[in-house]
């Protein structure tokens, strides 16, 4: 009786240690959400600095992901890419299969705005593709993800899908926001205020397009909310947008009202690229508009200026970036160079192994060399096994596997030939994302760079007609 009682008192400490474990590191993570990002600078990076210190002696690994990722989303916002990618890089190094998914998700979606800025696009687009599929089911994941890709086909010029994508975005985000704990565990203030974003990206797509009574409707919108949610960054998008639009219509004392709203929280709050030169250049055009030479010309010097800054800081990266790459690349290549000298010896060994038990056959079993015969045929292998040998093939990158895979599933090559003349080695890659493998998988099995396998899925998207907003696994594994 009182050996059952202790193991009832130990079971019960032990599950009540384990609780408090989970509780202390929500607790930190909470502390991290509540930073007001809208207006960090340094010292709430300190003050994250801190947290970090403190989840890393408790073995917090997701608080001291997440709060790395938070610094590097204020030096982006704050303009400082290179320590914005350094602490980005830090927080691919944490990544493990327990990772959050959530901070996963918030790193890709880092990572997509970087390269973006940069101009890496594929590079951008790619990150997006590594987002799991199954992250869709979460409107609040989702909107996100769709706004992302407004702004990637924005950038590209593809006005019409930007559109589309942005109003997408701003339907998942009112389900999100019609229940936010239910999307969410940790709902904070400035992940509620990002959702009113994609209202006015659809103002500035119908701006865009010409279509200035829709522009308004949203505009409005756009601007009721920033009001309510009392937010910087929705503040300065709204009043960005509303400045285009009564520029449009020729109300140029709103226009400009408008901009010194954004111009004061950009030069206050938001000191990246894009928040700059957005309000910088709107000015300009404001400014030729009406004819004002001072302030044509203070906006000119002012860009040229920025535009200098963010080659140079760009180019650098770029640099950073390539080296990394070839780096990677290289160390790729050296690991695949190990693994064809272990096939090669472990292929020698298996012959001279075969050679010996020939011999000691022949010399010692010459009589019952028929009935050796029949027991060493290759026997005839089951779906299981078919699959497993061209799996194996896969990774070997093997010139059999394409006849292999075509054994395991005989009618995929008809298939992608009724949709698009394919070649050879493009319906080989089409196997390799049939059998569901990843971007990194790819490159390692087939000796390229993660940016070839990225390059090469974007164009099969084009060949295949497959849309932007389907997972390109999923439409593999619908085919």
């Known amino acids: 009786m009182v050996k059952k009682l202790l193991l009832l008192v130990f079971a019960f400490c032990l599950s009540g240690f384990s609780f408090s474990q989970v509780l202390g590191e929500k607790h ?8 007001d990002f809208s207006t960090a600078g340094d010292g709430e990076i300190k003050k994250i600095k801190n947290i970090i210190e403190q989840c890393g002696g408790a073995d917090y690994k997701d608080c001291v992901a997440l709060g ?6 204020i030096y982006n916002k704050n303009n400082d890419i290179e320590k914005s990618f350094n602490y980005g890089d830090k927080v691919e190094k944490l990544i493990t299969p ?3 998914p959530e901070i996963v998700f918030y790193l890709r979606a880092l990572q997509f705005g970087l390269f973006m800025k940069i101009g890496k696009r594929m590079d951008a687009l790619g990150k997006l593709d590594e987002i799991p599929p199954r992250v869709r089911e979460n409107p609040y994941f989702d909107y996100l993800l769709n ?6 086909y924005n950038d590209t010029g593809e006005k019409e899908k930007a559109l589309y994508a942005y109003k997408k975005a701003y339907k998942r985000a009112k389900i999100f926001r019609s229940n936010t704990s239910k999307y969410l565990s940790n709902p904070s203030k400035d992940k509620i205020s990002n959702s009113y974003k994609p209202t006015s990206s659809i103002a500035w797509m119908y701006l865009d397009l010409g279509k200035t009574d829709s522009a308004k409707v949203y505009i409005e919108e756009a601007i009721s909310d920033a009001k309510k949610i009392n937010n910087m960054e929705s503040t300065y998008y709204s009043s960005l947008y509303a400045a285009r639009y009564y520029k449009a219509i020729k109300d140029y004392k709103k226009a400009q009202q408008y901009l010194w709203t954004s111009k004061y929280i950009a030069g206050k709050f938001y000191k990246s690229e894009g928040y700059v030169k957005a309000v910088n250049t709107a000015l300009l055009i404001l400014y030729r508009d009406m004819k004002v030479t001072d302030s044509v010309n203070y906006y000119s010097m002012r860009l040229l200026a920025e535009e200098n800054i963010n080659d140079k800081q760009n180019k650098n990266l770029n640099d950073i970036i390539d080296k990394k790459k070839n780096i990677d690349e290289t160390e ?12 090669i010896a472990s292929f020698l060994i298996c012959i001279l192994l075969v050679y010996f038990i020939f011999f000691f056959y022949k010399k010692y079993k010459s009589k019952s060399l028929d009935k050796i015969d029949k027991q060493v045929e290759q026997p005839v292998l089951h779906d299981n096994g078919l699959f497993n040998e061209v799996i194996l093939l896969a990774k070997q990158n093997s010139p059999e596997f394409l006849t292999r895979f075509n054994d395991y599933n005989p009618h995929f090559t008809e298939k992608l030939l009724k949709i698009s003349n394919l070649k050879s080695s493009e319906i080989r890659f089409c196997a390799y994302l049939y059998l569901n493998f990843s971007t990194k998988d790819i490159a390692e099995y087939t000796h390229t760079s993660v940016r070839t396998v990225q390059t090469k899925k974007y164009n099969l998207r084009k ?12 439409w593999f594994s619908d085919l």
């Open 463 to 474: 060949k295949l007609s497959i849309p932007s907003d389907v997972d390109i696994y999923l």
């Open 28 to 35: 930190y993570k909470d502390m991290i959400y509540g930073i």
């Open 332 to 343: 790729h290549q050296e690991q695949a160079d190990r693994l064809k000298y272990i096939l």
């Open 98 to 100: 327990d990772t959050d």
């Open 68 to 73: 790395n990722l938070k610094i590097a989303n």
């Open 147 to 152: 706004w992302y890709y407004g702004e990637f």
